[in-house]
């Protein structure tokens, strides 16, 4: 589907709004970030370079429960492009989209994407094994969240923060290792993880550690989450 472009009517900044399709709102640097897309039934999507005569800047992935299997960029787009069919930031190369119902059970996340961004893999149920290269430094919030097929994750060795709620709901994830680039972890990043046996971190590592099925942040001092695969009638916090 691809929206033609219109004149733009008078619109408060920061209110959302609706074209075609496609909700909306207008930033306070005069560009358009896109909120959602209500067309279920579509299984590819045409990023439109502006909507109502703004350009559009941002998308963020509100898709959840559509189809979609491939997002398309004109190359032109000043803001945004896609690397097969997936939506990236030309900006800061953030990974800002991956559709849904992508066919590819396997994701190599390109080299060059330098951060995974909120909810960016929301809800993909086709996904079961993602390697990132070592070009990522960052996982953004809930960005794997709800993928429920989701068995194995390669981790960049530059990766530095790792966001709130980043697996959550990632339930079928037994084992993870985490490389010793890691120095921020946020809120609950394995939530609702029920079948994690495993969270490998190196004895050398400076920051984390495993002890007693208990992840922790060293100079933190904070038990970021414990692993359901210890089971025990009483735990002692360390």
Do not use: W
């Not at 429960?65 to 787009?77: A, P, Y």
Request: hydrophobic letters at 40%; proline letters at 5%.
């Amino acid at each position: 589907i691809i929206f033609p472009e219109t004149k733009r009517g008078k619109i408060t900044m920061e209110s959302k709004c609706r074209y075609g399709d496609y909700v909306y709102k207008v930033l306070n640097n005069g560009t358009v970030e896109i909120l959602s897309f209500d067309n279920k039934n579509c299984t590819e999507i045409t990023i439109p370079e502006k909507l109502d005569g703004y350009l559009v800047s941002s998308v963020k992935n509100n898709f959840r429960g559509i189809g979609l299997r491939h997002i398309h960029v004109d190359e032109s787009h000043p803001f945004l492009l896609d690397i097969n069919g997936v939506l990236v930031s030309k900006k800061d190369m953030s990974l800002l989209v991956f559709p849904k119902a992508y066919p590819q059970k396997s994701f190599d996340i390109p080299n060059g994407i330098v951060s995974i961004g909120k909810s960016a893999f929301l809800s993909c149920d086709n996904l079961r094994e993602i390697t990132m290269p070592d070009s990522v430094v960052s996982i953004g919030k809930k960005a794997f969240y709800a993928c429920v097929k989701l068995a194995s994750v390669s981790f960049s060795n530059r990766l530095i923060h790792i966001g709130d709620c980043a697996f959550q709901q990632c339930i079928s994830l037994t084992q993870i290792t985490l490389p010793d680039s890691v120095h921020t972890i946020g809120a609950n990043p394995f939530c609702d993880c029920f079948k994690l046996m495993s969270i490998i971190v190196s004895d050398e590592h400076p920051h984390l550690e495993v002890t007693g099925g208990a992840f922790i942040h060293k100079q933190e001092k904070r038990l970021i989450t414990h692993l359901f695969s210890v089971f025990t009638d009483e735990y002692l916090i360390p």
